[in-house]
């Protein structure tokens, strides 16, 4: 608990600068390691290639992190193997989907904070996994409301 309001904290205060100006719009773009991304940056058309200065991004998962929020570039990944830090050789959805977002509202501001841990399952990042639902629990009989008609 102490660790997620030490984060919080960071965060407001990674956005202090920010604050004063208009609403800026937060994604948390968070999983495993698709989310990371595995696009190859060196093939990326030229238009996306180009930083967005605008939209900081804030990136982090085991292998490394940004330290703080960067303008927003091709990148942000870090891929199995990869020895050197940021930026990766890889990117993941945050170069389109900022993209995508801007073109839809071209005054909006938006920043992403992105994070993943790939080589796992999903219940091992919970903090309590709880067992799978059986098959039969799924489709155990109707409920009273269902078979009233």
């Known amino acids: 608990m102490l660790l997620r309001t030490l984060l ?3 965060t ?4 202090a600068p920010f604050l004063h100006a208009a609403a800026i719009d937060v994604y948390l773009l968070a999983g495993q390691s698709n989310m990371d991304g595995r696009g190859k940056t060196a093939e990326l058309d030229a238009a996306l290639k180009e930083p ?3 939209v900081p991004i804030w990136y982090r998962q085991p292998l490394g992190d940004s330290g703080g929020f960067q303008p927003l570039a091709p ?3 870090i891929p199995p193997g990869h020895k050197g830090g940021l930026p990766g050789p890889t990117f993941g959805i945050e170069l389109s989907f900022a993209r995508a977002l801007l073109a839809k509202e071209p005054k909006q501001r938006i920043a992403f904070i992105k994070g993943s841990r790939g080589g796992t399952t999903a219940p091992a990042n919970r903090a309590n996994p709880t067992p799978r ?3 039969t629990a799924c489709t155990s009989t109707p409920s ?3 078979s009233q008609h």
Not at 12 to 15: I, K
Request: a positive charge; zero cysteines.
């Open 8 to 10: 919080l904290a960071l």
């Open 12 to 15: 407001l205060l990674a956005f």
């Open 52 to 54: 967005l200065k605008d």
């Open 75 to 77: 990148g942000f990944s």
């Open 133 to 135: 639902a059986s098959a």
């Open 144 to 146: 009273p409301r269902a």
